[in-house]
């Protein structure tokens, strides 16, 4: 099993930052893929940016250009860097890892993330 553990949400004012973090613990050495989901208030969730253990990156619509995801191996983190923020952002941000093994997918607890002056 994975567990993932999701800090560095908050409040933010429109046009400010912020860093989320997801560190992986348990059975890591099956994990090929992490990324950042999210889910606003009555949306369906919707996929903000993934990474494979290679570094390669995919971000959601509209995504890349303001979010940035990155990950420190030795770490066995993921980040999501988030600049010019807006309140259409505001949202729960969930992590995910994806295994080759059962349970092919894990979560987080999810973090809240609120853009508001």
């Known amino acids: 099993q994975v567990q993932l553990v999701e800090s560095g949400g908050g409040l933010v004012q429109p046009g400010g930052s912020l860093r989320l973090s997801c560190a992986a613990s348990g059975n890591i050495f099956k994990i090929y893929r992490m990324g950042w989901y999210r889910q606003a208030p009555e949306k369906q969730r919707e996929l903000v940016a993934t990474?494979?253990?290679?570094?390669?990156?995919n971000y959601g619509d509209s995504m890349q250009g303001r979010f940035t995801i990155s990950r420190d191996n030795a770490r066995n983190t993921i980040y999501l860097q988030l600049n010019s923020l807006k309140p259409e952002d505001t949202a729960v941000y969930f992590c995910n890892a994806e295994s080759s093994i059962l349970p092919y997918d894990s979560w987080g607890q999810g973090i809240q993330v609120t853009v508001s002056s």
């Open positions: 990474i494979t253990n290679a570094g390669r990156t």
